[in-house]
Each structure stands twice: as structure tokens, then as C-alpha cells.
């Protein structure tokens, strides 16, 4: 049986990247969508309310000053375009925040590498912030999607909170696929959201040795893995998907060096198992489609932040990847 399925990843917190995905499952004609992590954004931008009634921002390095409430509308849609969370609050909010230190860093300062995951009354609202938007992206892949016969799946990535799990897990429409499996037509699909270690300290990832149990513990409920579906987060180590810059000690990414960081146990499971298909994410700006044995390897790459959506349209038959074909939006 030839199934035609729409996968896109790492579409951090857009929902002009999510309705994108949506409507290409219709616009493409397929069967079936894959949306895989990260889900969520990276940062919050606070738009303090001044005496005067008006609002000021800090957005992408710039003072941004709302008079008016469409003034205000257009910038909170424009910061959710790029995939930011924003939330409307004083000067001595903002202070108290800032009180915290690096808990606030990279929550609500724009510099994405000193991110860091702690506790905290950021990090709380952080949690907060998350979990509603994937609230109302549940209410908005129902609507759109709702009547169309087309299946979704969807899971986290290493950037999203252990928390996501179970917003994803109550969604009316789409299927929450992480470290379980599912049957895609009549392919077994597992799912796998964590990754190998980064610098950014985010909240799923884990060593090789613990990614390697993960991974067997997963491919051990499937029964054909001939037509088998690997979905991990992560890419593959020393492959075309798995290219980045290299950073400094500072964590400052070269412009012209890139180093492949993916998992060692991605790629010895896949060329132990040798599934049909692996679908990946993760490194953003590693677009590509690679064979490893049998298994034919593919991230779509991601520019959420420019309201970009990279995605890929896979045709398979029982035993085959038929065709691969990028696409950008």
C-alpha cells in the first residue's frame, strides 16, 4: 500500500510555522503529517506597560513602543512569529525577574546562547506561557484539520519541557507519538525525543550509552522492521543531517567552520536495525537527505524564526522509499 505523508520539526513555538504544516497536509494531498520537536519557544520577550498607558519592548535588539492597542496586537503577533512567547507586564516584574539572574538569561534575553533551565519564578512563567500556546495550537490542528481523513502525529524534541508530554498526550486531533509506537498505515513508526548532550543543558537530553537504551528499548516492540519508521529527534553522527557551526569556549558559532554533532547511537542503531526510513530534525541548518545501508535519512532543516516553513513530502510503498522531495514555504 503507496502512503504519501508531509514531516516537519523544530518549528519552535511558531504558530504561523504550525498552520503552515497544516495546510500543506491539504495542499500536498497526503495521507498523513509528522510534526516532530522541538515545539517550543525559545525565549520570552516582556512588553511592559508604561504610566502613559503605553508599551515598550526590547525586540530583536531594538525599543519597540506601542500607543495604541492595534500598535500592541501588531507587536504580539509579531514576536509570536518568530516563535517568542510575550507577555504583558510592569517595570517592577521585570525587575523582580531580573532578580533571579541566569534563570532569566535566555528566557527573556534575546542572547539564545546563554540559555539555561532552572528553577524559578521565570521558569515557571516560562511553563506557563509553553503549555498554553500548545493549548491553543490543540484547539487550532482540530479545527483545521477535523473531517479531512488525514492522520497527525506529533511529538517533543530535547528543547521541550517533561511537561509538554502531557498537553500532548490530551490533544483532541493529533497523536502524541513519544517513546511509544505507532502503526503509519502499515508501517511501524517509533518515536524518540531526546538527544546526546549539548551545550544549552536543555531538558532531554542524555548520554549515548542511555540514548543507546532508549533506542533498543523502543525497536524491540517492532515486528517488521523492513517497513519500519525511525523517528528520532536527533540526527544520525557523521552524516549530511547532522552539520553545524562550531562554537568558540564562549559558545560564539563560527561563521565558516561546521562540525557534525549528532548521536553515535542514532547511527549504530540505524545501521544495526536498518529501518526503511529515518526522519530527523534537531540541526537546523543540516537540510538534507542521506542512505545509511537500506535506510534512507532525511531532515527537512527549520527557519521558524522567519516564518519559514522547511518541510519534506515522502512517498513510500511496503519496502520502499518511492521519492523524497523538499519543500519550503
Same mark, same amino acid.
Given at each position: 500500500?503507496?502512503?504519501?505523508f508531509?514531516f516537519?520539526t523544530?518549528?519552535?513555538g511558531?504558530?504561523i510555522?504550525l498552520?503552515?504544516f497544516l495546510n500543506?497536509?491539504r495542499?500536498? /494531498?497526503?495521507?498523513?503529517?509528522?510534526?516532530?520537536?522541538?515545539? #517550543?519557544?525559545k525565549?520570552?520577550?516582556?512588553?511592559?506597560k508604561?504610566?502613559?498607558?503605553? @508599551?515598550?519592548c526590547n525586540?530583536?535588539?531594538? %525599543?519597540?513602543?506601542?500607543?495604541t492597542e %492595534?500598535?500592541?496586537?501588531?507587536?504580539? /503577533?509579531?514576536?509570536a512569529?518568530?516563535?517568542n512567547? @510575550?507577555?504583558?507586564t510592569?517595570q517592577e %516584574?521585570?525587575?523582580?525577574l531580573?532578580?533571579?539572574?541566569?534563570?532569566?538569561t535566555g528566557?527573556?534575553d534575546?542572547q539564545?546562547r546563554?540559555i539555561?533551565?532552572g528553577?524559578?519564578?521565570t521558569?515557571?512563567l516560562?511553563?506557563r506561557l509553553?503549555i498554553e500556546?500548545l493549548?491553543?495550537?490543540?484547539?487550532i490542528i482540530?479545527e483545521?484539520?477535523?473531517?479531512s481523513?488525514?492522520k &497527525?502525529f506529533i511529538?517533543?524534541?530535547?528543547?521541550d519541557?517533561?511537561?509538554v508530554n502531557?498537553?500532548?498526550?490530551n !490533544?483532541?486531533?493529533?497523536i502524541?507519538?513519544?517513546?511509544r509506537?505507532?502503526?503509519?498505515n502499515? =508501517?511501524?513508526?517509533i518515536?524518540l525525543s531526546?538527544?546526546?548532550?549539548?551545550?544549552?543543558?536543555?531538558?532531554?537530553?542524555?548520554? %549515548?550509552?542511555?540514548l543507546a537504551?532508549?533506542?533498543?528499548e523502543?525497536?524491540?516492540?517492532?515486528?517488521?522492521?523492513?517497513?519500519?519508521? !525511525?523517528? !528520532? =529527534?536527533?540526527?544520525?553522527?557523521?552524516? #549530511?543531517?547532522?552539520?553545524t557551526y562550531k562554537?568558540? /569556549?564562549?559558545?560564539?558559532?563560527s561563521v565558516?567552520e561546521?562540525?557534525n554533532v549528532?548521536?553515535?547511537a542514532?547511527l549504530?542503531a540505524i545501521?544495526e536495525?536498518?529501518?526503511?526510513?529515518?526522519?530527523h530534525? =534537531?540541526?537546523h541548518?543540516?537540510?538534507?537527505?542521506? /542512505?545509511i545501508?537500506?535506510? &534512507?535519512?532525511?531532515n527537512?532543516?527549520?527557519? @521558524?524564526?522567519e516564518?519559514?516553513?522547511r518541510?519534506?513530502?515522502?512517498?513510500?510503498?511496503e519496502?520502499k522509499?518511492?521519492?523524497?522531495q523538499?519543500?519550503?514555504?
Amino acid at each position: 500500500m503507496v502512503i504519501k505523508f508531509f514531516f516537519a520539526t523544530d518549528i519552535h513555538g511558531s504558530e504561523i510555522c504550525l498552520r503552515k504544516f497544516l495546510n500543506a497536509l491539504r495542499i500536498y /494531498k497526503v495521507n498523513i503529517g509528522i510534526l516532530l520537536g522541538d515545539l #517550543s519557544g525559545k525565549m520570552i520577550n516582556p512588553i511592559i506597560k508604561q504610566p502613559n498607558g503605553s @508599551y515598550i519592548c526590547n525586540f530583536l535588539g531594538q %525599543e519597540i513602543i506601542a500607543k495604541t492597542e %492595534e500598535e500592541l496586537q501588531a507587536l504580539q /503577533k509579531r514576536i509570536a512569529i518568530t516563535g517568542n512567547y @510575550y507577555f504583558i507586564t510592569t517595570q517592577e %516584574e521585570v525587575s523582580e525577574l531580573m532578580a533571579e539572574g541566569k534563570t532569566l538569561t535566555g528566557r527573556i534575553d534575546a542572547q539564545i546562547r546563554k540559555i539555561h533551565l532552572g528553577a524559578g519564578k521565570t521558569e515557571e512563567l516560562f511553563k506557563r506561557l509553553v503549555i498554553e500556546r500548545l493549548k491553543s495550537w490543540d484547539k487550532i490542528i482540530e479545527e483545521k484539520m477535523k473531517n479531512s481523513g488525514i492522520k &497527525v502525529f506529533i511529538a517533543p524534541g530535547n528543547d521541550d519541557l517533561l511537561e509538554v508530554n502531557e498537553v500532548l498526550d490530551n !490533544f483532541t486531533y493529533a497523536i502524541n507519538t513519544d517513546s511509544r509506537k505507532v502503526t503509519v498505515n502499515d =508501517h511501524e513508526m517509533i518515536t524518540l525525543s531526546w538527544s546526546n548532550p549539548t551545550p544549552w543543558d536543555t531538558p532531554r537530553e542524555c548520554s %549515548e550509552d542511555e540514548l543507546a537504551k532508549k533506542i533498543n528499548e523502543l525497536a524491540s516492540q517492532i515486528e517488521d522492521m523492513e517497513k519500519a519508521i !525511525f523517528n !528520532f =529527534h536527533v540526527p544520525p553522527y557523521g552524516t #549530511s543531517l547532522d552539520l553545524t557551526y562550531k562554537l568558540s /569556549k564562549d559558545l560564539v558559532p563560527s561563521v565558516n567552520e561546521m562540525i557534525n554533532v549528532g548521536s553515535t547511537a542514532v547511527l549504530k542503531a540505524i545501521k544495526e536495525y536498518q529501518p526503511l526510513l529515518g526522519l530527523h530534525g =534537531h540541526i537546523h541548518e543540516s537540510r538534507a537527505s542521506q /542512505k545509511i545501508g537500506r535506510t &534512507v535519512c532525511v531532515n527537512p532543516g527549520s527557519e @521558524y524564526s522567519e516564518g519559514i516553513l522547511r518541510g519534506v513530502i515522502i512517498t513510500l510503498d511496503e519496502t520502499k522509499v518511492k521519492n523524497v522531495q523538499f519543500t519550503s514555504g
